[in-house]
């Protein structure tokens, strides 16, 4: 419990979660393996509902209070409002002597708020308040998605704008559970088929997924300790993410440039598949592990120091984004989304698109992607950048939902450079930000 609240502490002080969980765990070594997931479990939950908690303390009178018990009460509306636990129960697990001292605020008044807290319903939170009255939605349907949803309007907004009220709904219901696991299946060290023999054998069932390569696990208890994992046969991988290397399509033996390569586990796919890989990002940190995971994994991947030259078969962009498409990954990311980063992002990425596409031998290859649900950073990138770049048409184009399709929310888009084409040369530019 204490380390669970010193997390909540943590996103309240403005910390990125996983530094907060990281901190929150360094500070309490001694605690078990159950208590490090409670902490996990309960930092990410009161991320991806903090807008949701902070409205049903206000509806219980919740006091005005110091940060820590402000963390606490977070705490406590995550408990009753969210999971529906029974208010005296949640109250107990926080009363005095408990897991914070010292603290302003008395167990009388944990117990007051949490007895005041409205609960959830069948369709989630805030259905119903203290006494059991349905709670009506805000009139404004933004405002209604936002705060069911627990996501700020901008981004409800926007969903709202390309999915109309059901789906919008549907998916934030998607976003707002914890991401699967999905494997990808290392094809230069083994079949699919051997993969889940293997993780058979370490006592861990697995189903194939729908990408050619995907397997999805659902417990990961000793998964990272599986020979699979260990012997570089199957890599973590989001079945999105394993989708874009599938349009990319590399033939064995082609040049490929990943661009914003991130820790690489897309260079590593295409390099599994027989294509020849230079990996580049603009943070020599993201990169640091790849030469280790590619020999772990048998793969050559050169990972290149300084902005790269030449012309390559194929580039694969994988644009920074906002990231509104992994929520369920990184729940806290929500927060740092607003139209003002939005239409930074759009800038960012039209430049390391223009850029990219100066490194695309004629009959070339040029996929871009993002990790993002808002068209601002899918097709309304991709399209302006045609039109401006006729010696480049569009061959795939896809959007990946999260309550349609395995994996986060994911715009894609191949395009191939006609072999007529001179094209335009350019230096990379804009590739920074968060991925």
């Not at 404004?140 to 069911?148: Q, Y």
């Not at 929500?334 to 695309?360: N, P, S, T, Y």
């Not at 084409?421 to 930000?433: A, D, H, K, V, Y």
């Amino acid at each position: 419990m204490a380390a669970a609240l010193a997390a909540v502490d943590g996103l309240g002080e403005g910390r990125p979660l996983r530094l907060a969980l990281a901190r929150s765990l360094a500070e309490h070594p001694g605690i078990g393996p159950k208590e490090r997931r409670h902490a996990a479990a309960a930092a990410r939950a009161v991320a991806r509902w903090l807008r949701v908690v902070d409205a049903a303390l206000i509806r219980a009178g919740a006091p005005r209070c110091i940060p820590a018990d402000r963390s606490l009460l977070r705490y406590l509306a995550w408990r009753v409002a969210v999971l529906g636990d029974l208010p005296d129960a949640a109250a107990h697990d926080l009363r005095l002597p408990g897991p914070r001292r010292p603290r302003a605020i008395s167990g009388a008044e944990v117990l007051r708020v949490a007895r005041g807290l409205p609960r959830p319903g069948p369709e989630g939170p805030l259905a119903v308040d203290a006494q059991g009255r349905a709670l009506a939605p805000p009139s404004d349907p933004v405002v209604a998605l936002g705060l069911s949803s627990s996501v700020p309007d901008d981004f409800a907004r926007k969903l709202l704008r390309d999915l109309g009220p059901a789906e919008a709904k549907a998916c934030m219901g998607a976003l707002n559970r914890d991401a699967r696991i999905s494997l990808r299946v290392n094809m230069a060290r083994g079949s699919r088929e051997g993969a889940m023999r293997a993780l058979a054998a370490a006592g861990i069932a697995s189903r194939p997924g729908d990408g050619p390569w995907s397997l999805r696990v659902e417990d990961r208890a000793g998964l990272f300790d599986a020979p699979p994992l260990r012997n570089g046969m199957a890599e973590m991988q989001d079945e999105s993410s394993q989708r874009v290397v599938e349009v990319c399509a590399p033939a064995e033996g082609v040049g490929w440039l990943d661009l914003c390569a991130g820790s690489g586990g897309k260079s590593l796919a295409l390099a599994a598949l027989g294509a020849r890989v230079t990996a580049w990002d603009s943070s020599a940190r993201r990169l640091a592990e790849l030469p280790r995971r590619a020999h772990r994994a048998g793969a050559v991947v050169e990972v290149s120091r300084e902005e790269p030259s030449g012309e390559f078969d194929g580039v694969l962009v994988d644009a920074p984004c906002s990231g509104s498409g992994a929520l369920a990954r990184e729940p806290d990311a929500r927060w740092r989304i607003d139209d003002g980063a939005i239409d930074r992002f759009h800038e960012l990425q039209l430049g390391v698109l223009r850029g990219a596409a100066a490194r695309v031998r004629p009959g070339g290859a040029l996929v871009y992607a993002t990790c993002s649900l808002f068209r601002e950073e899918g097709e309304d990138v991709v399209h302006p950048f045609l039109a401006g770049n006729p010696e480049f048409r569009l061959s795939i184009e896809e959007r990946r939902w999260p309550h349609r399709d395995e994996g986060a929310g994911f715009y894609l888009a191949r395009m191939t450079r006609r072999k007529s084409g001179s094209g335009r040369r350019s230096r990379l530019t804009g590739n920074r930000g968060a991925r």
